[in-house]
């Protein structure tokens, strides 16, 4: 079949799953996905727009990127000033905003402007290989990512512990999905009553611990894909379960998901990190909302090697201003009820992670045009 055909069977697909959600959907409900890309794809293609009356969908917090606190950023930005020291991270990370205190650099991008050595990586152990070529400097690795980026760290550190690296650390602000929907769930005036659960972190980890999630409040959760049919199939299979008093977990992304997810990558990120309580912005700390280098790691900390780096603070809530993030990341707004949405704050010049991160609800919005 050629791709145009392709693309005319696709459309023609999701078009009958809408009409499909239109028939099924007798009452409102209100639904969220939690993946960043799935939410590119929702407002990319319009999926939003074809719901019936009544079927709310709204965005949660995305990405690692966007809920890094910015006391992690500020204490990555002290690390990238000394001379000594090579910070390195995922290229998102250099443009999302610190506390920006006493007119300093709020970001990564503006530190190295400054003369910092910021540099970007696409694996993990880069930074392995740049400690091996510069071995009087400190290499930082400013390690972020849901668990599917986890398991990369996981290996850096193990290779560098082999490799006997002394000069190699991590600032480690790995976080995990399920508590943070555990969050919402329990969070004051929630409205979920579903979730799309995010395709990618269930290959890795399987759907055990959503499992638990469901068994624990009593809603449905369904594993989806990041296509357009991937996530029409998702809501549908969603709304049959609300219509029905139903709650367990669906897996509509099934030639990609297993129940077990992956063995080898979860027995690696089990071997190397243990879950801790991490706050995330827009949330403030989340139980077991991160994941921390288990004791024989530990010296590999850049917290244990830099003792005077600032210490996260009790929460990470977004600080009251024009830029609404912090609501955003939670779901209870979208970008397009931020007065400074498109305006003060754009990709060129983001006042919040959600617009910085190229799975970010704001940047979704904006570059797709949305203003309504």
Excluded: K
């Excluded at 071995?135 to 986890?150: C, H, I, K, N, S």
């Excluded at 990341?329 to 305006?343: E, S, T, V, Y």
């Amino acid at each position: 079949m050629s791709a145009p055909a392709v693309q005319t069977a696709e459309v023609a697909a999701v078009r009958e799953l809408a009409a499909e959600l239109a028939a099924i959907t007798t009452r409102p409900w209100t639904l969220m996905e939690v993946c960043g890309g799935q939410t590119h794809a929702i407002v990319r293609w319009g999926l939003d727009q074809l719901l019936p009356p009544g079927l709310r969908l709204i965005h949660g917090p995305g990405c690692p990127v966007c809920v890094t606190p910015a006391a992690t950023i500020d204490a990555a930005r002290t690390l990238a000033r000394r001379p000594e020291v090579i910070l390195c991270s995922y290229g998102d990370m250099l443009r999302v905003p610190g506390s920006a205190a006493d007119g300093e650099p709020g970001d990564l991008l503006g530190v190295r402007a400054e003369g910092g050595d910021v540099r970007l990586l696409t694996s993990p152990l880069e930074a392995l290989e740049l400690a091996r070529r510069h071995l009087d400097r400190q290499v930082v690795f400013l390690a972020v990512g849901f668990e599917t980026t986890a398991p990369a760290s996981a290996l850096l550190v193990r290779q560098a512990v082999a490799s006997g690296a002394a000069n190699l650390s991590l600032l480690a602000a790995h976080v995990r999905v399920p508590p943070a929907m555990a969050a919402i769930l329990t969070a004051e005036g929630n409205q979920v009553q579903g979730f799309l659960a995010a395709g990618h972190v269930c290959a890795v980890m399987g759907t055990a611990e959503l499992e638990q999630l469901v068994d624990r409040h009593r809603v449905p959760v369904v594993v989806s894909g990041f296509e357009p049919l991937d996530l029409m199939r998702g809501l549908v299979a969603c709304v049959r379960q609300l219509e029905r008093g139903e709650a367990r977990v669906a897996n509509a992304y099934g030639r990609v998901v297993s129940q077990q997810g992956n063995p080898a990558a979860r027995a690696l990120l089990e071997s190397v990190f243990e879950p801790v309580d991490r706050p995330w912005r827009g949330f403030g700390v989340i139980p077991g909302g991160g994941l921390g280098l288990r004791a024989p790691f530990r010296r590999l900390e850049a917290g244990a090697r830099f003792t005077d780096l600032p210490v996260e603070p009790a929460d990470a809530l977004e600080p009251a201003g024009v830029c609404i993030s912090g609501a955003i990341l939670q779901g209870r707004a979208r970008p397009m009820d931020c007065p400074a949405f498109g305006g003060a704050c754009t990709p060129e010049h983001p006042l919040g992670a959600p617009m910085v991160s190229s799975e970010g609800a704001c940047a979704a919005y904006h570059r797709y045009g949305r203003r309504g």
